[in-house]
């Protein structure tokens, strides 16, 4: 007798847990392909997103290269070290631009005439 009180009152306390649930297991299983849909249009949009960046990198260095005494691997060291504009080189300071690799004296002297 008391057995079944017991499992009429599990039954009623944890039928309101037990109904929603049963749904949500649904509602899991009908998402999965939506998501994965989702995964896929992501990783397309970041594979545009990556050329995009390689192609303005590029483009960045390539304006870079067109200050007076800046080559390809000096406008690369400038681009790395958060230089992405002409106008962020020239405005640096002269501590900042000589702490990047492959940057000397004479072509900080060089950028400053420019100011």
């Not at 079944?4 to 049963?22: D, H």
Request: glycine share 4%; no cysteine.
């Amino acid at each position: 007798m008391i057995s079944k009180f017991l499992s009429k009152l599990k039954s009623i306390l944890f039928k309101s847990a037990v109904t929603p649930e049963t749904p949500l297991k649904k509602e899991k299983k009908a998402a999965k392909p939506v998501k994965t849909k989702t995964k896929t249009k992501t990783k397309a949009k970041t594979k545009a997103k990556t050329k995009t960046k390689a192609v303005n990198s590029k483009k960045n260095i390539e304006t870079l290269t067109t200050l007076p005494g800046v080559g390809a691997k000096s406008a690369k060291a400038l681009y790395e070290a958060g230089f992405k504009t002409t106008k962020a080189v020239i405005a640096a300071d002269e501590k900042d631009l000589l702490a990047v690799s492959g940057v000397g004296i004479n072509l900080v002297k060089k950028l400053k005439k420019l100011k």
